[in-house]
């Protein structure tokens, strides 16, 4: 059979339902406790048999617990060795609920408001969700910013030691986090610099949380909490050694996340650095050449490119099923910076998936 003759196969769109599906059977594994229980039994090396896990977990009997634990190891998120089901590395260091990795409770609030998505379509029609979805994520982001905590914490330490190195961290630093959400930002940093200081900004429902990591780890007298919209409060200008814009850009609709980055650049001077972190959408393709540098001309076929940034699109498209924002490029970022007087100097990746971008005031000599 020819290409030209070949059926054309229905997977991706099978693909796509058995996301669907794929999401809920992990959900209802975390509520039901299976891979905590399973992590019970590591030490033994023997697993659980159905009837065993159903036992562990409280399900009336073997048959329903053999679907969910087969459907899991399709999913890679078991493994199953004669009738007994085991914990892949994977579960075992991001879905058991006690692991300092776990990603548990990121899968439950990960996608947002659950409301949001029934509205999707309309949204994209509109332009933004109904008012109701984005007060949701608001309620929401309390238990968002604790989800996703652990990660942030790892990447900011590993900023640190980047600032550091390049000798942009002094002795006593001052910090302005702008949505500091869960401060692991604030709190990753001070541990980092135990004479710094912290201005940390948040909503006021939020704000409380970042307070009681810095009370946790004995230095709440370092942080100064200032609850309100970053773009409206007051803030010291050109004050700050670091401003931290760590995944709330991409919340933003443009003109506001242009704001907010010309607001960091102030606050940080022209000694200061902005540290922004977020899921950068693949650049647009404008007169043949990306603005990445790439050569879109000829026809290039883009489809491999938006392949490879599938994480970052669906987290875009996440946001933009709650809130007004459309994510944002690589392109975004430079552009506002050079509007704003600066520029993008250095991009790394020091944990996976997590770009972190280094913006600095053009210096006079740069600029000439
Ligand atoms: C995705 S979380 C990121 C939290 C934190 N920067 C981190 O990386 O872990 C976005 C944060 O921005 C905060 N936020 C959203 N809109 C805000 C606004 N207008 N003013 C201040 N904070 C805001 C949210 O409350 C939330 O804590």
């Given at each position: 059979m020819n290409a030209a003759t070949a059926p054309v196969s229905p997977a991706p769109v099978w693909d796509v339902i058995n996301g669907f599906t794929s999401y809920w059977a992990l959900s209802a594994a975390l509520d039901l406790g299976v891979f905590d229980a399973l992590a019970k039994e590591a030490d033994t090396g023997t697993g659980l048999d159905a009837a065993q896990l159903a036992a562990a977990i409280g399900a009336v009997g073997p048959g329903p617990v053999t679907v969910l634990a087969e459907t899991l190891v399709a999913l890679d998120l078991l493994t199953a060795v004669e009738d007994r089901f085991h914990l892949t590395p994977a579960a075992e260091r991001f879905?058991?609920?006690?692991?300092?990795?776990?990603?548990a409770a990121l899968v439950r609030y990960s996608p947002g408001p659950p409301n949001a998505w029934p509205g999707l379509a309309d949204t994209v029609r509109t332009g933004a969700p109904e008012p109701t979805v984005t007060a949701d994520l608001i309620e929401l982001y309390p238990a968002l910013v604790r989800a996703t905590g652990p990660t942030q914490a790892g990447v900011a330490k590993a900023v640190a030691a980047e600032l550091e190195r390049r000798g942009w961290w002094p002795e006593q630093p001052t910090v302005v986090d702008l949505g500091c959400g869960s401060g692991a930002w604030l709190t990753g940093l001070l541990q980092s610099r135990p004479n710094g200081q912290v201005i940390a900004v948040d909503l006021p429902n939020v704000l409380p949380i970042a307070e009681q990591a810095a009370t946790d780890i004995g230095m709440r007298d370092q942080v100064i909490a200032v609850a309100g919209d970053y773009l409206d409060v007051t803030l010291p200008v050109a004050a700050a050694d670091v401003v931290v814009l760590a995944h709330?850009?991409?919340?933003?609709?443009t003109d506001r996340a242009q704001q907010l980055l010309a607001r960091a650049v102030e606050l940080a001077g022209a000694d200061g650095v902005v540290v922004v972190v977020d899921y950068t959408r693949p650049d647009p393709v404008r007169n043949g050449i990306?603005?990445?540098?790439?050569?879109?001309?000829?026809?290039?076929?883009r489809s491999s490119v938006y392949g490879a940034a599938r994480h970052e699109l669906l987290l875009s498209l996440t946001m933009l099923a709650s809130t007004a924002g459309l994510g944002v490029t690589v392109a975004d970022l430079r552009s506002w910076a050079a509007a704003a007087g600066a520029e993008l100097v250095d991009s790394f990746e020091p944990v996976p998936r997590q770009h972190v971008r280094l913006i600095r005031s053009r210096t006079p000599e740069a600029t000439s």
């Open positions: 879905l058991v609920s006690t692991a300092p990795a776990s990603m709330v850009l991409r919340a933003e609709p990306g603005e990445d540098g790439e050569d879109g001309g000829g026809g290039e076929d």
